[in-house]
């Protein structure tokens, strides 16, 4: 059974850190292209990040500098450190995949073949 399973959210205050993970089984992750999308409240799903199968790093303008999205091949995991967290980055966070598509490398909020359930990222004081 192909599933993605996020960890790793919580609350953070602004100027914090985090790391979200996503737990892949039933497929191996570097064979497809990986990445996060968020949703926050009231606002349409958009694309966070990319890492692409020759492990290229894509990020949307706004987390440039602060997100690093990385790749654990021995732990079929991958993940995406958030730091210098801004209360503009609350929202839940999907980790999502694709085997053949180009939602990934453009960054876009849908059109992967599997996504994780999301995990919920507040950034609060």
């Known amino acids: 059974q192909v599933q993605l399973v996020e960890s790793g959210g919580g609350l953070v205050q602004p100027g914090g850190s985090l790391r979200l993970a996503c737990a892949a089984s039933?497929?191996?992750?570097?064979?497809?292209?990986i990445g996060w999308i968020r949703q926050a409240p009231g606002k349409e799903r958009e694309g966070v990040s990319c890492l692409t199968t020759k492990d290229y790093d894509l990020y949307v303008n706004s987390v440039k500098g602060r997100f690093t999205i990385s790749r654990d091949n021995a732990k079929n995991t991958v993940y995406l450190q958030m730091n210098r967290l801004e209360p503009e980055d609350t929202a839940v966070y999907y980790c999502v995949a694709e085997r053949y598509g180009s939602s990934c490398v453009f960054l876009r909020a849908g059109g992967y073949d599997y996504y994780g359930q999301g995990t919920q990222v507040t950034v609060s004081s």
């Open positions: 039933g497929f191996n992750l570097d064979d497809l292209a």
